[in-house]
């Protein structure tokens, strides 16, 4: 099992920065693929970003792609969602998941994912 708790949320103007982290617990963070979520107030949790165990490998929302980075250090069990010229349609609760272990592509349906963070807040403002 894994457990994971995210951070780097907060409040931002248009077009800011915020980089989220989100560290892993036990020493076979390096086994789970890793996906970036978000979920506004009445809407879907939709996928924003994912990864694979190496970080070879990734995959954007049509949305977010070009803006956002998603990328782990497997050393310090841990995967990052850098986030540059945010927009207030950005605004939600930003979760972070582990897909099964030692899978080697990417996931992006949201039931793929069984280890979830609690989220962390991120407000874009105009």
């Known amino acids: 099992q894994v457990q994971l708790v995210e951070s780097g949320g907060g409040l931002v103007q248009a077009g800011g920065s915020l980089r989220l982290s989100c560290a892993a617990s036990g020493r076979t963070f390096s086994s789970y693929p890793m996906g970036w979520f978000r979920q506004a107030p009445g809407k879907e949790r939709d996928i924003v970003a994912a990864?694979?165990?190496?970080?070879?490998?990734?995959y954007y929302a049509d949305y977010v792609k070009g803006r956002f980075t998603i990328s782990r250090d497997n050393a310090k069990n841990t995967v990052y969602l850098q986030m540059n010229s945010l927009k207030p349609e950005d605004t939600a609760v930003y979760y972070c998941a582990a897909g099964r272990a030692y899978y080697d592509g990417i996931y992006y349906a949201r039931d793929r994912y069984g280890y979830w963070g609690q989220g962390t807040q991120v407000t874009v403002s105009s």
């Open positions: 990864i694979n165990r190496s970080g070879s490998n990734t």
